[in-house]
C-alpha cells in the first residue's frame, strides 16, 4: 500500500464512470412528470370546453325567452330579461359539467334581444396532485352570446352585451 | 511464450474491478427506471385516452342534441342525433359501433333534450395483444331546449317560465 495507490483509489471514487445510469431514472421521472403535465393542461383545456359549451347552451336557451305581448302586438322583438334568466340558469344546472366544478353563481345579462351567459369555474388536475407545486385547481371563464334574430327590434351590436 | 502470458494475465483484475464502478448504483437503478418508466407512461396514456375520449363524446352529445332539436319532424329527431353523434366518432377517429346514445325529451316546443354519448375506453391497450385490463365508459351529457319559435313543429309557442 503506497501513497501511488491510495491517490488512484481516491481517483477511482471521484470517477463518473456510472452516474449515467444514475441518471436514467432522473431522466424517466422528468419524462413522466411532463406527460402528467400535458394530461392536466388538457384535463383544463376539456374543462374549459365544456363551460364554453354550457354557456353557449344557456345563451341559446335563453335566447327563447321572446316577450311575447310586444312581439304579437308590435312586432318587436325583445327578450323577457326575468324569464331569459331563470331559462339560462335552469340550463347550466341541466348541463353535466363533470370536469369543471362551478364556482359562484352563473351571470346572465339581457339587453333587448340579446343575452350573454358568463360562467366560472375550477379544474382540478388529475395526475398534478402526486406532483408537489402542480396540484392547484384552474380557474376557468367562459362567455357566451346569443342575440334573437329579427327584423324589427331594438338594434344590439353583434356580442356588444359581453 | 512466457512474456506473452505475462502480459494477458496481468490486465484481469484491473478490468474485474473497472467493470465494477457504478455497479451498486447502476443495476438496481435500471430496473427501477424501467419500471417507473412503464408504469409512468401506461398511466399518462390511460389518463390521456380518457381525456381524449371524453373530448369526443362531449363533441358528439353536442352534436346529437343540435342535431335533435333542429330535426324536421318528431320520428326523425333521434335518428338525427345518432347520426349527427356517429359522424362526430368517426371523425375523431373511432368506432362509432362502440358508441351508445340516450335520447331523453321529445321533439316538442320549449321542450327539453338531454342527449347522453357512452364510449368506452380500454384501460390498457398493448401492441399486437390488444386491450387488456378490462375498460371505462366515458360518458357526456347535452341538454338543450327546443325552440319554442321554431317551424315545422305543431302547437303554439307557451313555455312555461
Known sequence: MTAGSAKGRSEEGRSEKGSALMLMPA????????GALVVDNATVWLGQRE???AAAAAATDAASAVYDPAFYQSGQVVLDPARAVTVALRSVAAQDLSGVQLTGAPTVEVQGRQVCVTLTGVVR???GRA???????RSVHARAVATV???SGSAVAPRGLC | MTAVSAVTAVPEPRRWRRTELGQVAGIEMIAFGTLVLLIGTLVIADAWAIVDARLAVAEAAREGARAFVQATAPTAAETAADNAAAAVMTSEGRNPARM???VTGQL??????????SYPVPLLRLPLIG???????????????????????PGTASCQP
Open chain 1, 125 to 127: 388536475p388529475i395526475l
Open chain 2, 108 to 117: 316538442a316546443r320549449c321542450e327539453s333534450v338531454s342527449v347522453t354519448v
Open chain 2, 100 to 102: 351508445t346514445v340516450t
Open chain 1, 149 to 151: 334574430a329579427g327584423d
Open chain 1, 27 to 34: 431522466a424517466v421521472l422528468i419524462v413522466v412528470v411532463l
Open chain 1, 51 to 53: 363551460l364554453g359549451t
Open chain 1, 131 to 137: 406532483i408537489p407545486g402542480f396540484g392547484e385547481s
Open chain 2, 131 to 153: 386491450t387488456a385490463g378490462g375498460s371505462m365508459s366515458v360518458r357526456s351529457r347535452q341538454t338543450e331546449l327546443v325552440d319554442p319559435y321554431r317551424s315545422g313543429l
